[in-house]
T-cell receptor, first 114, second 113 residues
Framework: DQQVKQNSPSLSVQEGRISILNCDYT??????FLWYKKYPAEGPTFLIS?????DKNEDGRFTVFLNKSAKHLSLHIVPSQPGDSAVYFC?????????????FGGGTRLMVKP | DTGVSQDPRHKITKRGQNVTFRCDPI?????LYWYRQTLGQGPEFLTY????????KSRLLSDRFSAERPKGSFSTLEIQRTEQGDSAMYLC???????????FGPGTRLTVT
């Protein structure tokens, strides 16, 4: 049973436009959410996180939105740049696993076209 | 600080051989995690250390897998009698005592032939 799902395996966006990556979760005990970016042959790079006590967190071009009632979070990248092309993973922690393991989605491949 | 490092970056081995990977975490981090990632999937948790104590293990970690962190600094992950299904990227991450944000190394890609 996948507790964290990224239903779009890929997304293509024009440079300068907004990229919106989505993530759904099923475990209501999750209380901390993260987005990672991964280039081929490298480990995931931490991008941005959000606690369940907030509904929005912003860092430069990256904003994460959390809708707890819908168990849904999204990552907005504005404006998108070709260097943003990578695989993006959302991850969650909390409940029995607080501070310990991260549960990851399957990833969304973002392609930003010049 | 140079971040989390892993060695080797790539390992090709024959089925049945033993392999060992090393992870050096960010120096001030006392938590260390191992994950495994297969093609097209997100990373999956294997095990976690707080200092030298191994506090949690996934059921993915069969008896052929063992991890150590003897002095609370670097960690090793050993796979005995490798099988083709062990082929994957093995990722190490570290965090501070809260464990909320984990920082990953570049990974070790294992290919079992």
């Amino acid at each position: 049973d996948q507790q964290v799902k990224q239903n779009s395996p890929s997304l293509s966006v024009q440079e300068g436009r907004i990229s919106i990556l989505n993530c759904d979760y099923t475990n209501s005990m999750f209380d901390y959410f993260l987005w990672y970016k991964k280039y081929p042959a490298e480990g995931p790079t931490f991008l941005i996180s959000i606690s369940s006590i907030k509904d929005k967190n912003e860092d430069g071009r990256f904003t994460v939105f959390l809708n707890k009632s819908a168990k849904h979070l999204s990552l907005h990248i504005v404006p998108s740049q070709p260097g943003d092309s990578a695989v993006y993973f959302c991850a969650a922690s909390g409940g029995d696993n607080a501070g310990n393991m991260l549960t990851f989605g399957g990833g969304t491949r973002l392609m930003v076209k010049p | 600080d140079t971040g989390v490092s892993q060695d080797p970056r790539h390992k090709i081995t024959k089925r049945g051989q033993n392999v060992t990977f090393r992870c050096d975490p960010i120096s001030e981090h006392n938590r260390l995690y191992w994950y495994r990632q297969t093609l097209g999937q997100g990373p999956e948790f294997l095990t976690y250390f707080q200092n030298e104590a191994q506090l949690e293990k996934s059921r993915l970690l069969s008896d052929r897998f063992s991890a150590e962190r003897p002095k609370g600094s670097f960690s090793t992950l050993e796979i005995q009698r490798t099988e083709q299904g062990d082929s994957a990227m093995y990722l190490c991450a570290s965090s501070d005592y809260r464990g909320d944000e984990q920082y990953f190394g570049p990974g070790t890609r294992l290919t079992v032939t």
